[in-house]
């Protein structure tokens, strides 16, 4: 865990504005291969379960990586029809120049989808809602555009429930400075509500707990662990005391739970 990176949460939370989106989408392409990410996407994939014609959207699509995996999938299984990623235009060059065509990329925002109402079948957001300033205004989107009967699958990391080893205290002083890098740090357990309160169905609510790996360590924890430092709301001394303590053999660092919510 002695790795160092960028808090990449910032890029995240303005992509457009940051320096640049290269951050992003390493963080991104790190944790597609997270075998805890695969874990929960494999029930991701079963429940939107598109069929030959169907229109799928990823909301947030990032890089593009999952989306390009479902276009591949759905080639593959001889079941083709469209793919849109939706995502800012900064982010969507990335992916158009990683993925090519075989997905639609639609430059957009999650508060107002430029899709028509009642013209998807399957509908996807995973890793931002977390960012978004009204979280609810994105699911009455995804719920306006889904067909009577689509389904829905979201998916979001619960901050609040990480669990990290070492030194309690220090570790509950790190917690809340990890929180503090996004909109809401208890979004996992708060989708069941959202889809219910924008007229979905909800089918099943699975949690996962993901193990933290190195990369994301390095962005999501380490980093503005460090910047709290630096700025004097951590104690540089504890908290290296900490961070070595981690690195004992044995020690446990910590993991975090996600919570996959599916809705018709």
Same mark, same amino acid.
């Given at each position: 865990?002695?790795?160092?990176?960028?808090?990449?949460?910032? &890029?995240?939370?303005? &992509?457009?504005?940051?320096?640049?989106?290269?951050?992003?989408?390493?963080?991104?392409?790190?944790?597609? /291969?997270?075998?805890?990410?695969?874990?929960?996407?494999?029930?991701?994939?079963?429940?939107?379960?598109?069929?030959?014609?169907?229109?799928?959207? $990823?909301?947030?699509?990032?890089?593009?990586?999952?989306?390009?995996? @479902?276009?591949?999938?759905?080639?593959?299984? $001889?079941?083709?029809?469209?793919?849109?990623?939706?995502?800012?235009?900064?982010?969507?060059?990335?992916?158009?120049?990683?993925?090519?065509?075989?997905?639609?990329?639609?430059?957009?925002?999650?508060?107002? *989808?430029?899709?028509? %109402? %009642?013209?998807?079948?399957?509908?996807?957001?995973?890793?931002? *809602?977390?960012?978004?300033? $009204?979280?609810?205004?994105?699911?009455?989107? @995804?719920?306006?555009?889904?067909?009577?009967?689509?389904?829905?699958? #979201?998916? !979001?990391?619960?901050?609040?429930?990480?669990? #990290? +080893?070492? %030194?309690?205290?220090?570790?509950?002083?790190?917690?809340?400075?990890?929180?503090?890098?996004?909109?809401?740090?208890?979004?996992?357990?708060?989708?069941?509500?959202?889809?219910?309160?924008?007229?979905?169905?909800? &089918? $099943?609510?699975?949690?996962?707990?993901?193990? @933290?790996?190195?990369?994301?360590?390095?962005?999501?924890?380490?980093?503005?662990?460090? !910047? /709290?430092?630096? %700025?004097?709301?951590?104690?540089? !001394?504890?908290?290296?005391?900490?961070?070595?303590? *981690?690195?004992?053999? +044995?020690?446990?660092?910590?993991?975090?739970?996600? &919570? #996959?919510?599916?809705?018709?």
């Amino acid at each position: 865990m002695t790795e160092r990176g960028q808090d990449v949460h910032r &890029v995240f939370h303005d &992509v457009e504005r940051a320096a640049s989106a290269r951050p992003a989408v390493e963080f991104l392409r790190s944790v597609e /291969a997270a075998p805890s990410v695969l874990a929960y996407r494999t029930q991701l994939a079963e429940h939107l379960a598109p069929a030959a014609g169907e229109t799928v959207v $990823d909301v947030g699509c990032g890089a593009g990586h999952h989306a390009a995996a @479902i276009a591949a999938a759905r080639a593959a299984a $001889d079941a083709p029809g469209p793919v849109v990623g939706i995502d800012r235009p900064r982010m969507l060059a990335e992916a158009a120049a990683r993925h090519g065509d075989a997905v639609r990329w639609l430059p957009g925002a999650g508060e107002a *989808l430029p899709l028509p %109402d %009642d013209s998807v079948d399957a509908v996807y957001a995973e890793r931002v *809602l977390m960012y978004v300033d $009204d979280a609810a205004d994105v699911v009455a989107e @995804i719920a306006r555009v889904r067909r009577a009967g689509g389904r829905v699958a #979201l998916f !979001e990391l619960d901050y609040a429930s990480m669990v #990290l +080893g070492g %030194d309690a205290k220090t570790a509950e002083a790190v917690l809340e400075v990890v929180c503090g890098t996004v909109r809401c740090d208890r979004m996992g357990r708060t989708l069941g509500r959202l889809l219910t309160e924008a007229g979905v169905l909800v &089918v $099943d609510q699975t949690p996962y707990a993901l193990a @933290i790996p190195p990369p994301v360590w390095a962005s999501a924890v380490r980093a503005p662990v460090e !910047e /709290a430092v630096a %700025d004097g709301r951590l104690d540089g !001394e504890r908290v290296a005391d900490w961070f070595a303590e *981690l690195e004992a053999p +044995g020690a446990y660092p910590g993991s975090v739970t996600g &919570v #996959l919510a599916c809705g018709r």
